[in-house]
């Protein structure tokens, strides 16, 4: 009878035990923003990173949730405004000005580069991007990456610029429009430029930085060592082919300050930049529930 009674007692506190432990577990995970760059309308996007986020729950034990917008309007006001969020995955411009004006850390980028391809109908590729001139261009609107570039490719002479139309809800659907007879060309990701082989790329970009994620100063270290390591992992869960696909990428791989270092100066031609680095760089940003009270140029 002791024998049974003193058993009975062990199993009783090793059940206790147990259920602190899970307590706890519990009481540390916590749930953490997401920001992406509207590369896609709010419902395709919350698809297409699904698995990716659910990924990210799985192992760290944590909660993520996307950050979502409509355009990159409101993306690029959001940033410049310095509205809250917890991690972002976005391209080298974003990234370098999140680490440089709000102090973000890089965490993981895709193992390859960033290249941007200038598409076009095959008539185009004798004459090259000079055949554009004029003519409709689709691009997702500034200041995204794409765009930003598609206009450096025609810096030399500001007056002499293709028609650019920024009404495609996504980098395919900009390729859609060439298709479809809206377009003459289209300013693409190089691996979608790869998928559509039939029309002629007139223009690449140089490699930049692939897309990073970045956490914000205020996210635990273990949170974001936790990330980290679920990153450089991902690409050993065969499930998540398709999300590691649809981004262009292989893998992810370890993300420095370095190799983001200047990419900021992209956005240095887009409204309102001037003014949020300054504020910045004086220690004194203006939250965004005064920004629209703010009179200063």
């Not at 760059?37 to 990716?52: C, R, T």
């Not at 900021?264 to 910045?280: E, V």
Request: glycine share 6%; hydrophobic share 40%; proline share 7%.
């Amino acid at each position: 009878m002791a024998t049974t009674g003193f058993t009975s007692w062990v199993a009783l506190a090793s059940g206790l035990l147990g259920i602190s432990l899970m307590a706890g577990t519990v009481a540390h995970a916590a749930t953490y923003s997401l920001a992406v760059e509207p590369a896609y309308p709010p419902d395709q996007a919350e698809e297409v990173y699904k698995p990716l986020v659910e990924y990210l729950n799985r192992s760290t034990g944590h909660t993520f949730k996307l950050q979502l917008v409509r355009d990159y309007h409101t993306y690029w006001r959001n940033l410049r405004e310095n509205v809250p969020v917890d991690f972002a995955f976005e391209e080298a411009h974003f990234v370098d000005y999140r680490i440089q004006f709000q102090h973000f850390a890089p965490i993981a980028r895709t193992a390859e580069p960033t290249i941007y391809a200038l598409i076009a109908q095959p008539q185009y590729e004798e004459e090259g991007i000079r055949g554009l001139i004029g003519r409709p261009v689709a691009c997702m609107p500034a200041p995204s990456l794409g765009f930003a570039l598609l206009s450096e490719m025609y810096h030399d002479n500001p007056l002499a610029q293709p028609n650019v139309r920024s009404e495609a809800a996504s980098w395919r659907d900009g390729v859609q429009m060439v298709f479809g007879g809206e377009a003459e060309g289209a300013m693409v990701p190089n691996h979608l430029a790869e998928e559509f082989y039939n029309l002629p790329a007139l223009q690449r970009t140089k490699p930049i930085p692939g897309r990073a994620f970045t956490a914000a100063p205020n996210v635990p270290e273990d949170v974001v060592a936790a990330v980290g390591k679920a990153l450089e992992t991902l690409h050993e869960d065969s499930s998540l082919y398709d999300v590691l696909a649809e981004l262009g990428a292989t893998r992810f791989e370890p993300a420095t300050t370095a190799e983001y270092a200047g990419y900021q100066k992209i956005l240095s031609g887009f409204f309102g930049y001037r003014k949020a680095t300054r504020q910045a760089t004086a220690g004194s940003a203006t939250p965004a529930a005064e920004a629209a009270e703010s009179t200063s140029p």
